[in-house]
Each structure stands twice: as structure tokens, then as C-alpha cells.
């Protein structure tokens, strides 16, 4: 008797455990392929990411690495669209990263392509980093008001399960103390960036 007790108590917990498991997807704050498999990092970036206007070691992974004490292989290319990104996104897993920060979409909305087509390369982006089994950091923002960024950043992450920065350029992009040109932060704003994806990292990041 003690015996079939034991057994159904084992069953239970086992029939528990597996039922957590596959409520995981549906539970507040998951996020795919977290923790992730390996502490390698790379951001998926255009100008922002690869460094125009930050001063030398300012750039944001460098500032994002020191931060979060991790390496961030910066794999920003200047005047790159979200499309650009999508089609050297494989040569970036082969590499193995654990995690994958997207930071695209600026020149989209400066040659005006429409938000549609920018939003269907995003997904294929954050699929095709979640099958190399990676954990996928967007990072989001609104260039104005009511342009619709912010919103398609925000809908991509939560139907992908992304981990999401929301609205990174606030405060920055129409701040000239935070600004090298027009377009891009200076050393401070940056900083400010690196900052906000940070403290939305390091929960997710493990051991």
C-alpha cells in the first residue's frame, strides 16, 4: 500500500513538472530560449550599434559589455535596414551566440519603407535567431509620436516572446545634450541606451 502511495505521489509531481513546463510560453514575463545557452553576445545593429558619433571604447556595446561584465560582439553596419539585417543574420548565428540584441529599423523609417514589410523581416529575423536556439533582445523606439515603431517593435516581441526594450530614444532624440548629429547619440546618450537594454538583460542573463 505504501508502495502504490510513493508511485501516485511520483506521478503527481512528474504530471506537475511537465505541466509547468509547457505553461511556460503563457506565463507572464517568459522570454524564449531564456537563460540563454551560452554567455556569447552579439548586437544586430546599423550605425547606432556600430558606433557613429561615440568616441573611441564609447560605442554602445562596449558600453553595453561593461555593464553587464560579458563581451558584445558589435555587428552594427552603417545605413543598414531591418531587411539588410535579415540577410546576414545567418552568418551571425553561425558564430553560436546565446543571445542576439536587434537593434534595427532607424533607416527603415528614414527611407520610408513601409512598416508592414519592416515588420515581416523583423519576425523572420527573431524566428530564425530563436531556431539557432538564442534568446532574442529587441530593442524598440518611436523616431515621433504616433509613427508606429514603437508599437511593431512591441507587437513583434510579445508575439515571438522576445525579451523587449521598450522606447530606448526617449529623451534622447530630441535632446541636442545627448546628440553628436542629427541622427545619432554622443557618448552620453549612449550611455543612457546601454543603460536601459542593461537593466532589462541582466535578470535573463543566468549564471
Known amino acids: 500500500m505504501r508502495i502504490r502511495k510513493r508511485w501516485i505521489w511520483i506521478t503527481l509531481l512528474l504530471v506537475a ?3 509547468a513546463w509547457w505553461l511556460r510560453p503563457f ?4 522570454v524564449a530560449n531564456s537563460p540563454p545557452p551560452n554567455p556569447r553576445l552579439v548586437m544586430l545593429g546599423d550605425s547606432m550599434t556600430a558606433g ?6 564609447q560605442d554602445l556595446p562596449s558600453q553595453l559589455s561593461r555593464l553587464i ?12 535596414t531591418i ?5 546576414r543574420v545567418d552568418r551571425l548565428l ?6 542576439v540584441i536587434v537593434f534595427l529599423g532607424g533607416n527603415d523609417r528614414l527611407q520610408k519603407i513601409p512598416l508592414e514589410r519592416s ?3 523583423l519576425r ?3 524566428q530564425r535567431i530563436q531556431r539557432a536556439r538564442a534568446m532574442v533582445v529587441l530593442v524598440g523606439f518611436s523616431g515621433t509620436p504616433g509613427d508606429g515603431y514603437e508599437s511593431m517593435f512591441e507587437r513583434v516581441a510579445r508575439d515571438c516572446d522576445c525579451l523587449f526594450v521598450p522606447d530606448v530614444l526617449s529623451g534622447i532624440f530630441f535632446n541636442p545634450s545627448m546628440k553628436a548629429d542629427p541622427i545619432h547619440p554622443n557618448d552620453k546618450g549612449y550611455a543612457l541606451i546601454a543603460e536601459r537594454i542593461a537593466d532589462k538583460m541582466k535578470p535573463y542573463l543566468g549564471p
Open 94 to 99: 553561425a558564430r553560436g551566440p546565446g543571445t
Open 69 to 80: 561584465r560579458r563581451p558584445v560582439l558589435n555587428a552594427g553596419a552603417s545605413g543598414e
Open 17 to 19: 513538472a511537465a505541466a
Open 83 to 87: 531587411h539588410d539585417g535579415l540577410l
Open 52 to 57: 557613429v558619433g561615440a568616441s573611441a571604447g
Open 124 to 126: 523572420q529575423i527573431v
Open 119 to 121: 515588420e515581416a523581416d
Open 27 to 30: 506565463q507572464q514575463g517568459y
